[in-house]
């Protein structure tokens, strides 16, 4: 059975940072395409990046340079490195895995002051 659990969230300030964690179960992280997705409250799902079975990863435009995805194929995790957060950061964080349209219950980011 394919699950997703993802953890890490919190609260934190403009400026700071988080690690968000996506441990997988049923199949192996490594061997798909893994995506990030966010959805604050009120706004469309929006996509942060992905990192593909062979390591290379896509950001969009309004987290390039600040977030970071990698995985530990010895954990079967899926990480997401967020750096100098933005109060625009708030939201809840999914991992999603293409192949079969699987996420996991998201964990709330929330950015302030």
């Not at 059975?1 to 690690?19: F, H, N």
């Not at 199949?27 to 990192?51: C, D, I, S």
């Not at 977030?67 to 490195?81: G, M, P, Q, V």
Request: glycine letters at 12%.
């Amino acid at each position: 059975q394919v699950r997703l659990v993802e953890s890490g969230g919190g609260l934190v300030q403009p400026g700071g940072s988080l690690r968000l964690s996506c441990v997988a179960s049923g199949f192996t992280v490594g061997h798909y395409l893994m995506n990030w997705y966010r959805q604050a409250p009120g706004k469309r799902r929006e996509f942060v990046g992905f990192l593909t079975e062979d390591g290379q990863t896509n950001y969009a435009d309004s987290v390039q340079d600040r977030f970071t995805i990698s995985r530990s194929d010895a954990k079967n995790t899926l990480y997401l490195e967020m750096k100098n957060l933005k109060v625009e950061d708030t939201a809840v964080y999914f991992c999603h895995r293409n192949t079969g349209n699987f996420r996991g219950q998201g964990t709330q980011v929330t950015v302030s002051s």
